[in-house]
């Protein structure tokens, strides 16, 4: 059978424009930078977790930030990237995924995340007073077990230990 060249030529165009398309639906800010080829050389976009992105005021300007799962090329660490605004030419803060952060480098341990909406912290699993964040966190969890916050303190990320 033959197809009229008019469909033929509809699907030509349909899988030349799908070819075109990020592999990832990403904001455009965010797109923009795991496109780089700074980052493309040495991280994938990791997909273990769903949502493998979050959008969040990280540093409390005002202003989306952005914090990414990714992988390590070529060890396969895992862990995130965070870009903030208020660092707008910065590579991103690597938390894991082949930098060490927290006596580690493989971030396997989480299986769950969420963007932390309030500024206040309540106490955590230590005597550790809870810290002031300058904006939103990052709740980094461990189901059922642990968890903790990546917050921004003005200078860089920290971590705050919330449960055991």
């Not at 979050?54 to 060890?75: I, N, T």
Request: charged share 25%.
């Amino acid at each position: 059978m033959k197809l009229p060249s008019w469909i033929a030529l509809g699907c030509l165009v349909t899988f030349a424009s799908a070819a075109e398309e990020p592999l990832w639906n990403l904001p455009s800010d965010l797109a923009g930078k795991t496109e780089k080829a700074s980052f493309r050389r040495g991280y994938a976009v990791g997909t273990w977790i769903n949502p493998f992105y979050l959008r969040g005021d990280f540093d409390g300007d005002g202003k989306p930030d952005y914090a990414l799962l990714v992988e390590s090329q070529p060890d396969h660490k895992k862990g995130l990237v965070i870009w903030l605004s208020a660092l707008p030419n910065s590579k991103g803060i690597f938390i894991g995924a082949g930098t060490k952060f927290q006596e580690t480098d493989d971030w396997t341990f989480f299986d769950a995340w969420q963007v932390h909406t309030s500024k206040v912290v309540r106490q955590g699993a230590s005597e550790e007073k809870p810290p002031h964040p300058r904006g939103e966190s990052i709740l980094i969890e461990k189901s059922e077990s642990a968890s903790g916050l990546l917050y921004w303190d003005g200078r860089r990320i920290r971590w705050y230990q919330q449960a055991d």
